[in-house]
């Protein structure tokens, strides 16, 4: 259980365009999604916060015109790095947490993540 | 500030023998602890956590970790290393400021089992 999705898995992309990222919550409602960003053999950087259905909360620092989130429903949310350059290239990793089943309450679920290159 | 401390980059163990990944945080109130793992280029993946109760929590893959309140300590244990267990291991804690609603990770401390 609690499984999360993102895709693609990884994307290579030139500069100044826009790759958008999809995160899936499988098995259960997502009613909270996150947005970390993850350096090479670095810990997680928290970039933004969404609820469904309203605005996602940003970072201090994240610029939130660069990246779009979107959490349209109860298990879709998306992040667009809109004018991507080569110091976007990171590995972007999603989670999603609940209040809906108890089993899964308090914990967030991380999706596999996905590796951008930008050239 | 709130952080979380992993005091060692690595850990190295022989396979069949004990393993202790350390950490410790500094968090106001009565934070919830997680652990999770990574494998190269994947996400992470929850093994465990405490919210309250008993101070010894088991997880996933056999893994357990003992909640030391006096010492804002999170160790993760396991009594018999695998091979397999060899990876990147993150400890988090989620403040009771803004509802228990983010994780602050520490960073990290990577695993290596030896045959």
Not at chain 1, 46 to 65: I, P, R, W
Request: glycine share 8%.
């Amino acid at each position: 259980g609690a499984v999360v999705s993102q895709h693609p898995s990884w994307v290579i992309c030139k500069s100044g365009t826009s790759v958008k990222i999809e995160c899936r919550s499988l098995d259960f409602q997502a009613t909270t999604m996150f947005w970390y960003r993850q350096f090479p053999k670095q810990s997680l950087m928290l970039m933004a916060t969404s609820n469904e259905g309203s605005k996602a909360t940003y970072e201090q620092g994240v610029e939130k015109d660069k990246f779009l989130i979107n959490h349209a429903s109860l298990t879709l949310s998306t992040l667009t790095v809109t004018s991507a350059h080569p110091e976007d290239s990171s590995f972007y990793i999603c989670s999603a947490g609940t209040s809906g089943r108890a089993d899964y309450s308090d914990t967030q679920y991380f999706g596999p993540g996905t590796r951008l290159t930008v050239l | 500030a709130q952080s979380v401390a992993q005091p060692e980059d690595q850990v190295n163990v022989a396979e069949g023998n004990p393993l202790t990944v350390k950490c410790t945080y500094s968090v106001s109130g009565n934070p919830y602890l997680f652990w999770y793992v990574q494998y190269p280029n994947r996400g992470l993946q929850f093994l465990l956590k405490y919210i309250t109760g008993d101070n010894l929590v088991k997880g996933s893959y056999g893994f357990e970790a003992e909640f030391n309140k006096s010492q804002t300590s999170f160790h993760l244990k396991k009594p018999s290393a695998l091979v397999s267990d060899s990876a990147l291991y993150f400890c988090a804690v989620s403040p009771p400021r803004g509802g228990y609603n983010k994780l602050i990770f520490g960073a990290g401390t990577r695993l290596a089992v030896h045959p």
